[in-house]
């Protein structure tokens, strides 16, 4: 299968447990950069045909952009009362 047999393909829709799945060919899979396990997204478009998107590249963090994200989220939530706290109140010894 070359590169010019990817461009259009007619493909079988199976079971899988109380879904469908559609298989993917491999060599397709490894030019997406596909792997077990890997996400991608499904588009409906206005005429009702689908578009796959193969996962994009992600840079990794580093840890201090790690830790900024972390703290941008936790100052996003709110404070709430010790779970501990309440625990150890309500204790029967």
């Known amino acids: ?6 461009t259009r393909l007619e493909l ?3 079971r899988w447990g109380n879904s469908l799945a559609v298989r993917l060919p491999a060599e397709l ?5 596909l792997v077990e396990g ?5 588009e409906r478009q206005p005429d009702n045909s ?9 840079q990794p963090l580093s840890k201090a952009e790690w830790i900024k994200r972390a703290q941008e989220h936790l100052a996003t939530m709110p404070r709430t009362p010790s779970v ?3 625990m150890r109140d309500n204790a029967r010894y």
Request: aromatic share 0%; no cysteine; charged share 30%.
């Open 1 to 6: 299968m070359g590169a010019n047999d990817l």
């Open 29 to 33: 899979a490894r030019e997406l950069g």
């Open 12 to 14: 079988s829709v199976g």
């Open 84 to 86: 501990i706290r309440e």
């Open 50 to 58: 689908l578009r796959m998107v193969p996962p994009r590249a992600r």
């Open 38 to 42: 890997s996400t991608v997204e499904v």
